[in-house]
């Protein structure tokens, strides 16, 4: 089993910057695919962004050039750096995990942390 849990959500201003962390159990994490997501009110959840196994990301569109997705897998650690926050980037961001990359990137990984909340201020 895996638990995975969210931190470093909170309230910053329209152009600020915020990192968010995932902390996943276990020794298998290096093996993991790991994404985070994020769902606003209303919104279904959407892939934010991606890391294979191997460290490979990927970004959608919309934060593409603002966000960045790391891993430091000596601390079975997952990290969101936002930089250049935007209203409409409020939501619950959540992590995800999977050792099957199609999975994550599909929207059905084997787990999902509780989120964390994070309000972008116009």
């Known amino acids: 089993q895996v638990q995975l849990v969210e931190s470093g959500g909170g309230l910053v201003q329209a152009g600020g910057s915020l990192r968010v962390s995932c902390a996943a159990s276990?020794?298998?994490?290096?093996?993991?695919?790991m994404a985070w997501y994020r769902q606003a009110p209303g919104k279904q959840r959407e892939l934010v962004a991606i890391?294979?196994?191997?460290?490979?990301?990927n970004y959608a569109d919309s934060v593409k050039g603002r966000f960045t997705i790391s891993r430091d897998n000596a601390k079975n650690t997952v990290y969101l750096q936002m930089n250049r926050l935007k209203p409409e980037d409020t939501a619950v961001y959540y992590c995800?995990?999977?050792?099957?990359?199609?999975?994550?990137?599909?929207?059905?990984?084997?787990?999902w942390g509780q989120g964390t909340q994070v309000t972008v201020s116009s």
């Open positions: 995800a995990a999977d050792p099957a990359l199609p999975r994550v990137a599909a929207g059905i990984p084997g787990y």
């Open positions: 276990g020794s298998i994490f290096s093996s993991y695919a």
């Open positions: 890391i294979t196994s191997g460290g490979s990301p």
